[in-house]
């Protein structure tokens, strides 16, 4: 069981560029999230997703677009890269009541 | 809005000393509290997990506690190790929320020899 895998690990963005961020996770979660992280304000829920074919928007999400076409992938997509949107972005899936995270992406918008 | 605030932010304590880290929350409508644990560069590892109907929950040397009514919940690590050495964040799931959770902003612990 690998979990819930992240890819890339590192990003580095102009301005401007375009990036998909994937999830996958391996143990049939109906549940999935993505966060981003950044210093002195904790995790905030960008999108998520409550099945295949569903998402619905989180506490951030502008400047992002997501999909779940398969069960057990998250994209995570940004369109325009903007400075504002560098941070780390971690990917969460759960079924019941605890979330399993992955181990991050950190991307740089320069 | 819910909010959620721990304090302190940092905390540094000898090996074997007894600690407690504080959490508190602004909306008492809350179905669960998880308690995480975050390595540097890593992700978020869930420690404990205490229901709105429970008062603690224990995991070998961590406890936690809750008191909805008050908005407040705690951790407590009984003879700290430097491996405890950590970020720890509370979350708050609030009820019928699709298992959406607020985090808060945190506390970055170092255990020393």
């Known amino acids: 069981n690998a979990g819930v895998t992240q890819t890339p690990k590192f990003r580095v963005l102009k301005t401007g560029q375009s990036m998909t961020l994937l999830c996958a996770q391996d143990?049939?979660?109906?549940?999935m999230y993505w966060y981003r992280q950044d210093p002195g304000m904790g995790l905030r829920l960008i999108h998520y997703?409550?099945?295949?074919?569903?998402?619905a928007k989180g506490e951030v999400p502008d400047g992002y677009n997501v999909s779940r076409l398969k069960k057990q992938n998250f994209l995570l997509g940004l369109e325009s890269a903007a400075p504002s949107q560098t941070s780390v972005y971690f990917c969460?899936?759960?079924?019941?009541?605890?979330?399993?995270f992955g181990p991050g992406t950190r991307l740089t918008v320069l | 809005k819910q909010e959620v605030t721990q304090i302190p932010a940092a905390l540094s304590v000898p090996e074997g000393e007894n600690l407690v880290l504080n959490c508190s929350f602004t909306?008492?409508?809350?179905?669960?509290l998880q308690w995480f644990r975050q390595d540097p560069g890593k992700g978020l590892t869930s420690l404990l997990l205490?229901?709105?109907?429970?008062r603690e929950q224990t995991s070998g040397r961590l406890n936690a506690s809750l008191d909805k009514s008050s908005g407040r919940s705690t951790l407590y690590i009984a003879a700290s190790q430097p491996g405890d050495s950590a970020t720890y964040l509370c979350?708050?799931?609030?009820?019928?929320?699709?298992?959406?959770?607020?985090f808060g902003t945190g506390t970055r612990l170092q255990v020393t020899l």
């Open positions: 997703s409550v099945g295949e074919g569903t998402t």
């Open positions: 979350a708050v799931r609030i009820t019928g929320t699709a298992s959406k959770l607020t």
């Open positions: 143990m049939n979660h109906e549940y």
């Open positions: 205490i229901q709105s109907s429970q």
């Open positions: 969460a899936s759960a079924q019941g009541d605890t979330q399993y």
């Open positions: 909306d008492s409508a809350i179905y669960n």
